[in-house]
């Protein structure tokens, strides 16, 4: 069992290998949103691991799955969206002394 650690692009890239194949280095980096390097320098670290199998062809390079026993490791954690809030008191109104009605 392969071990990968959650929340990492390590585990976006694997992600992806498994659902969509073939699959070129140019369309990983245009889903994931990936600088195109570190697509580069993860798939070259699986390629000698022995995880995957790069083929390269004229003008793109697909990329093969050989395993498919991951497991991904951590807790899957969700941002939480903060709202920064003025660090000034807000200013006090008037109330309205006259008739409700008219």
């Given at each position: ?19 969509t ?74 109330e309205?002394?006259?008739m409700?009605?008219?």
């Amino acid at each position: 069992m392969i071990e990968i650690t959650s929340g990492t692009n390590e585990e976006r890239i694997i992600k992806l290998l498994q659902k969509t194949y073939p699959i070129t280095i140019s369309e990983v980096v245009k889903q994931l949103h990936i600088s195109r390097n570190v697509v580069t320098r993860v798939l070259q670290k699986f390629q000698t691991k022995g995880y995957v199998q790069l083929e390269p062809l004229p003008g793109k390079t697909y990329i093969r799955l050989k395993r498919r026993d991951f497991k991904f490791l951590g807790k899957k954690r969700q941002r939480k969206f903060i709202k920064h809030h003025s660090k000034g008191k807000k200013p006090v109104t008037k109330e309205y002394d006259g008739m409700m009605y008219s």
